[in-house]
């Protein structure tokens, strides 16, 4: 080791510079402790919250020869009597500063040489099943708010060597950890060397809202009210999605995890199609996908043929509005769908043991309560209720949330123009899909481009022994998997 390689010329030059990073005394949680490593002098300085205290305790005063060594060199003396194999040495001052920030042990020797011991311990919580993906059958571990351990989750699952986590950090200030997890050989290089492009041109001083803020920042999506890629914190999906060829993209702090590319048939998709025999999985799927659509037409089909019941056959002469309101029956239907929107937010901020108590009140006493008085009609409350029901089948939070907007606005142009704006509404927001192509991957993939065999997987849930190709979208440079 040569004088160049020192960090500082003394322990207390390591002092000075520690306290005016973060300040003498200012923060309760930064520690500067002056320790012996045998007989060694080093400072050592660490993050209280973000290391295993007892590991550095056992570390220190266990990790010793057998018998005293007789070395004269300050290096071959702190690695003799520090044989950690979680040890580095840092030759850079703005090194050992991310070390501390990011929970390493930084210790300064006497003469000013600097190393960097891994005794991290984030706080967080145990795997857990997450609450939007529940399955009847399958695991029940979730990810959680470490990076490190949601690797673990997947590793566990794909063992293979050419699994890669390529590690990134993003923002001036926040320096948040960013993964870009995906296989070697598999995942498309030039999808990969877009991500990583991309995340080079991040200037900003954090990403608070970690991996939706990461969204915004990678795909530009504006204004856009549909997900750009598919969130999930169930690691058996995750790991389904890298054998495919897709990328995903663990950020630090947060349960869920990026997979790009999507398509809008990737957010329909459940774990549990994939837990239950071929036939089931399909007949899941097939209901899955007509509740979707149900879930944007129902409400407009049934106010075109309540306004216009010449349109109906006599089969269905019994939809309409039987009890009249006073409130134009647009209006009803208008607030019928955003409040139970209301209700969602209500019930998502309320505390759980008030949360029943307050479904009963909202849905049962004030719904009966409007329809007695003559604000809704019985009609309107039903088809309200059964849209929020087949929003709600919907695996992706937010893909659900985009089909209620794209409901409302459908609902406008049906009241202004009649069945031609249910139409034209329909067709301009078919033509709007088609032209989304997040990462260059078609939207609307495989309907729109036309491939017949990906969309017959896409309706069907083949059996597992003729699952044989990776989907053409993510373009994998291996498609045959058996």
Known sequence: MTDKDKLFNSLEEAVNFLNEQFGDGESFDVSLKHLFVKDLPVLCAYISGLVDGIVLTQLLSNMLPEEDVDIEDEKEYFEAYFNYQGRSEETKREAILLAILSGQVVFITKSGYGYVAEIRSYPGRTPEEPDNEKVIRGSRDGFIEGISQNAALIRRRIRNSNLRFELHKISEIGQTDVALAFIKGIANDETLDKLRQRIGQIHHDGLTMTDKSLEEWLFKQKFHPVPFVRYTERPDITAAHLLEGHIAIIVDTSPSVIIVPATVFHLLQHAEEYRQAPLVGTFVRFMRYFGAIMGLLLLPLWYVFATNPSLLPDALSFLGEKDKSHIPLLLQVFVGDVGIEFLRMAAIHTPSPLSTAMGLVAGVIIGQIAIDVGLFSSEVVLYTAVSAILTFIIPSYELGISI???????????????????????????????????????????????????????????PMTEDALRPYVVDSKQRKRS
Do not use: D, E, H
């Not at 606005?409 to 088609?434: A, K, P, Q, R, S």
């Open 404 to 462: 209620k907007i794209f409901r409302l606005m459908l609902l406008i142009m049906t009241g202004i123009w009649g069945v031609n704006g249910l139409f034209i509404g329909i067709f301009l927001l078919f033509t709007y899909l088609c032209s989304i192509r997040p990462m260059q991957a078609p939207y609307l993939w495989p309907l729109i481009p036309f491939f017949p065999k990906a969309m017959l997987r896409v309706l069907i849930r083949f």
